[in-house]
């Protein structure tokens, strides 16, 4: 399963991705902002201020993005939040969601994304039932000990645990949310993030180097994109066959 949520990637941040990171959390403050501009009144403006503060984004950014949905510099184009679902051959899915204040121009920029790799878009609805949503608690392996969390989730109603070099997911459905956070808190394990996001319920191995290629390409091409919020895909691609494809990409890319 292939999921990265771009306002948390940590691993070798550029100054480009570093500022769509500070841009889209301006947009999910600027979001929130416009049910209720104070946050000690609106939680979830708050959390989104957390967050964004969780990931290095200047005071004065936050400032200013609050402040543009306040009063006369409220923005003239609201932020919307928008979902597309795209299948490729083979039935890889992904959903992608989106923060946009022109939905054409970004309606425009990921169809030429899923065009370009041969993706096909689909009718709301026809890929998400794929996706469920779930939460994902995080915790940091810096701050963690991952034997111990381990060990303490057999206790509770997790449906999975996922590990990567920096980081342990635990993934809960949407009715066992607050069981699983109070036991970790009273365990006095305080997670870095509690996030509501799209979970596969079905994966599809890819096994062919081109399609594969093709993938990593892709996602590269979103990660890139300034409106691409969150995306997951239920494709697989093997350790040897990524290291494969980024072996490649590395020995064929262009340095000025």
Do not use: C
């Amino acid at each position: 399963m292939w999921r990265w949520p771009v306002v948390e990637k940590k691993k070798n941040v550029s100054n480009a991705l570093r500022q769509k990171v500070f841009s889209l959390h301006a947009k999910l403050i600027a979001l929130a902002a416009s049910k209720w501009a104070d946050p000690h009144m609106n939680p979830s403006l708050a959390d989104a201020i957390e967050k964004a503060r969780k990931d290095n984004v200047p005071n004065d950014n936050i400032e200013r993005a609050i402040k543009k949905w306040s009063g006369d510099d409220k923005w003239s184009e609201q932020i919307s939040q928008i979902v597309y679902e795209w299948y490729a051959p083979g039935w890889v899915a992904i959903v992608i969601q989106v923060l946009t204040d022109n939905k054409n121009r970004t309606a425009a920029n990921v169809r030429h994304i899923f065009s370009k790799f041969g993706w096909n878009m689909w009718e709301s609805g026809s890929v998400a039932w794929i996706f469920p949503k779930k939460w994902v608690v995080t915790f940091s392996k810096e701050k963690v000990d991952f034997s111990k969390i381990e060990e303490l989730v057999f206790e509770t109603s997790v449906d999975d645990m996922q590990e990567d070099d920096e980081d342990i997911r635990l993934i809960t459905s949407v009715d066992n949310l607050k069981e699983v956070s109070d036991f970790f808190k009273s365990k006095w394990f305080v997670p870095e993030s509690v996030n509501l996001e799209y979970i596969p319920n079905n994966e599809v191995e890819v096994t062919e180097f081109d399609k594969a290629l093709k993938i990593v390409k892709m996602i590269e091409a979103l990660d890139e994109d300034e409106d691409v919020e969150d995306y997951s895909l239920n494709a697989v691609i093997n350790d040897e066959l990524k290291k494969e494809v980024n072996d490649f990409i590395e020995k064929n890319t262009f340095r000025t």
